[in-house]
């Protein structure tokens, strides 16, 4: 049975996961709010998840994790802060911590063993927003570009070393991190924690390497995004 471990097992669409893979997989659910983690296995009688305390925040604890923890077969980053406002400067080492360097500092641990072996997934949940900067998200945004570059140029190492590489941009999801804007929840575009846990695991499953939007119009959007020239592009307010 593969080994995984989920970060941020506490999100909407790790739980969702957890469900999903439950029988078939030996998940290592590691989160910041372990108690809350450990109550949803035992209420939802997983059978093969084991509830970890991980703060990747915490450099000290994320390092205490790297060093007690197995060699796994897939890490799936779920893990994500996202704030926006006047004030958002004050997060910027929270979000450069949590949305990018923690995801490096533990790919970084275990793709040595994973090449070694010439096996091995490693997942990211980035986003649509790290396609294009908008001034809404700019903080946001880059910290998911900088890592969805990142596992781009992972894919290409993977293709030498057997290890699978996967970038998920969900875009919208009905999910805790989404629920104060309305507009986007409520949105057509937005889709259920269910359905991107089910495109997650239907890639990793695949065996293939590659860039998932859950809702397949996502790629349509940023790929007019991507192309819109610049001077028409920063006239808009997104």
Do not use: H
Request: hydrophobic share 40%; with cysteine.
């Amino acid at each position: 049975m593969k080994k995984v471990w989920l970060i941020g097992a506490n999100s909407d669409v790790a739980k969702e996961l957890m469900l999903q893979m439950d029988g078939k997989y030996s998940i290592v659910a590691a989160s910041r709010n372990y108690c809350a983690v450990k109550d949803f296995i035992k209420k939802k009688k997983i059978r093969r998840a084991v509830a970890v305390e991980l703060d990747v925040c915490n450099k000290d604890n994320l390092e205490s994790f790297l060093f007690s923890m197995q060699q796994p077969d897939i890490v799936i980053f779920s893990q994500g802060k996202l704030e926006t406002g006047s004030n958002v400067g004050d997060y910027l080492d929270e979000m450069v911590q949590c949305n990018y360097v923690a995801c490096i500092r533990i790919i970084e641990k275990v793709w040595k063993g994973m090449a070694d072996k010439g096996k091995g997934c490693i997942t990211g949940i980035t986003s649509v927003a790290a396609d294009r900067g908008k001034m809404s998200n700019k903080l946001y945004s880059s910290t998911k570009a900088a890592f969805s570059c990142y596992l781009q140029a992972l894919m290409q190492e993977g293709e030498k070393t057997g290890i699978q590489v996967i970038d998920i941009k969900p875009g919208y999801i009905r999910s805790k991190m989404l629920i104060s804007n309305r507009k986007a929840y409520k949105s057509v575009l937005a889709a259920e924690p269910s359905e991107a846990a089910t495109s997650i695991l239907q890639k990793i499953e695949s065996g293939r390497s590659g860039t998932v939007y859950t809702k397949k119009i996502w790629r349509l959007i940023m790929w007019g995004l991507k192309l819109m020239p610049e001077r028409i592009y920063n006239k808009m307010s997104l």
